[in-house]
């Protein structure tokens, strides 16, 4: 599975590493803003948008999909969406499979993240829903539960590089108490 990260590293003086020590603050502030979204009430819905409000104060985000895995066919199902057209809920959208990215990224369970997404390696529908015009970076997030994994987090940014920091931070951990409150909280319908 390719994974493209482009990030220098630009030496660090007195500036840089303030600055680095007041963004790792505000990242902290924000994520334990983001654990205490997961205590409150309401449905799936409300707390991704929730959720994804809180990590657009980090990471700049254009448009976001929470997508479903179906106990009922094992399909992948767009459930909610937000980006510059509104929010977008209760929908049960399901992917085809031909020459997803992902299906691949679902079954893989590691975190994807792309940047300059010029060359888009997954299908028509997988490429309206993960970048708009304005996107220079997107994430593929598997959400999943003590190994039974249950959907994906689709993120993008019109910033390049902004998920960059996702796999050695708290990401994990936040994704696993999201899927959990994913299987609680997901509407009694069919999916």
């Not at 969406?81 to 499979?97: Q, V």
């Amino acid at each position: 599975m390719e994974k493209v990260l482009t990030r220098s590293n630009p030496e660090e003086s007195g500036l840089d590493s303030q600055l680095t020590q007041n963004e790792n603050s505000l990242s902290q502030r924000v994520l334990r803003s983001i654990k205490a979204i997961l205590s409150k009430p309401g449905d799936i819905y409300k707390l991704f948008f929730l959720f994804t409000k809180k990590l657009n104060r980090l990471y700049s985000i254009s448009q976001s999909s929470l997508i479903v895995h179906s106990k009922q066919d094992g399909k992948l199902k767009v459930i909610a969406m937000k980006g510059e057209n509104g929010a977008r809920k209760g929908l049960a959208l399901t992917l085809p499979e031909k020459d997803s990215l992902l299906y691949k990224v679902f079954a893989d369970g590691r975190f994807y993240i792309q940047n300059h997404p010029k060359n888009f390696s997954g299908n028509f529908i997988e490429e309206k829903i993960l970048k708009n015009d304005t996107a220079q970076s997107f994430a593929i997030l598997p959400i999943s539960q003590n190994g039974t994994r249950n959907g994906l987090i689709c993120l993008s940014s019109p910033k390049q590089d902004a998920f960059a920091t996702f796999e050695n931070g708290p990401m994990n951990e936040i994704l696993e108490d999201f899927s959990l409150n994913l299987i609680k909280r997901m509407p009694p319908t069919n999916i």
